[in-house]
C-alpha cells in the first residue's frame, strides 16, 4: 500500500539499550522528518532529511541519530535511551517539487523507556 | 524568530454549530505557506487544510475554511456545522518559502470538544 509506515507502532525498553525505530515512505518524497511529541510541547523536529545521504539537525537532536541510505527508508536510533525520550515519535515525508506540498505522517510510535 | 502561537489551549462546541480556532504567527517573509492539521485520539496527524500566502483567496474544504488575514499575521480555522468526528487537537503550522529544507514551524495546539 502506498504511504508512510512506522513500526513498530508500541515499544517499550529500559534505560541504556539502543532502539531503533523504522520509516518507510512508498512516494519518492526527497523530504522526510522526525518529530517527538509530548504534552506541553507539541511537535518538535528530531532531525530532517534532504535526500539520501543528506541530513541535517532539528531543535532536539540530541541524544539521537538517524541515516538514510534509501530515498524511501529514515531509521531513527536512540543509541542509549533515557527516559526524557519516552515520547510519541512521528515520521512524515514531503514533496521536494513544489512549495505548497504539506507533510504526510505515520501513525506514530508510542516508546517507553523503564 | 518565527513562531507560530495558538492562543487557545482548549475550546468547545455544541453540534451543528460553528467554530472558530484562532492561530498567528510571527514572520518577516512576504512569500509562504500555513496548515491546518488535526489530530484525532487515534493520534493519527491528518491535513486539513492549507493556504499560500500570495493567494488573496480564503482557502476552503468542505466545512472547513480560513480566515487569512495576512496583515495581522492572523489564520483561523472555521468549523461549520460540527460533527462528534471532529473532536481533536488541531495544529496551526507555517513554513516559509524561502529556504529548501520544507521544515514547519507548530504551534502548540488547541485541544476542540464536540458536545452532543
Known amino acids: 500500500d502506498a504511504g508512510i509506515t512506522q513500526s513498530p507502532r508500541y515499544k517499550i525498553t529500559e534505560t541504556g539499550r539502543q532502539v531503533t525505530l523504522m520509516c518507510h515512505q512508498t512516494?519518492?518524497?526527497?523530504?522526510m522528518f522526525w518529530y517527538r511529541q509530548d504534552l506541553g510541547h507539541g511537535l518538535r523536529l528530531i532531525y530532517y532529511?534532504?535526500?539520501?545521504?543528506?541530513?541535517d539537525k532539528g531543535e532536539v537532536p540530541d541524544g539521537y541519530v538517524v541515516s538514510r541510505s534509501k530515498t524511501e527508508n529514515f531509521p531513527l536510533t536512540l543509541e542509549s535511551a533515557t527516559r526524557s525520550q519516552t515520547s510519541v515519535y512521528f515520521c512524515?515525508?514531503?514533496?521536494?517539487?513544489?512549495?505548497?506540498?504539506?507533510?504526510?505522517f505515520g501513525d506514530g510510535t508510542r516508546l517507553s523507556i523503564l | 524568530a518565527q513562531t507560530v502561537t495558538q492562543s487557545q489551549p482548549e475550546m468547545s462546541v455544541q453540534e451543528a454549530e460553528t467554530v472558530t480556532l484562532s492561530c498567528t504567527y510571527d514572520?518577516?517573509?512576504?512569500?509562504?505557506?500555513l496548515f491546518w492539521y488535526k489530530q484525532p485520539p487515534s493520534r493519527q496527524m491528518i491535513l486539513v487544510i492549507r493556504?499560500?500566502?500570495?493567494k488573496q483567496q480564503n482557502a476552503t474544504e468542505n466545512r472547513f475554511s480560513v480566515n487569512f488575514q495576512k496583515a495581522a499575521k492572523s489564520f483561523s480555522l472555521k468549523i461549520s456545522d460540527s460533527q462528534l468526528g471532529d473532536a481533536a487537537m488541531y495544529f496551526c503550522?507555517?513554513?516559509?518559502?524561502?529556504?529548501?529544507?520544507?521544515?514547519?514551524?507548530w504551534g502548540l495546539g488547541t485541544s476542540l470538544a464536540v458536545n452532543p
Open positions: 503550522a507555517y513554513r516559509p518559502n524561502a529556504g529548501n529544507n520544507r521544515k514547519l514551524i
Open positions: 493556504q499560500e500566502a500570495y
Open positions: 512516494w519518492s518524497h526527497s523530504y
Open positions: 514572520t518577516s517573509e512576504s512569500d509562504y505557506y
Open positions: 532529511s534532504a535526500a539520501a545521504d543528506i541530513t
Open positions: 512524515a515525508s514531503s514533496d521536494g517539487t513544489r512549495g505548497n506540498q504539506p507533510q504526510h
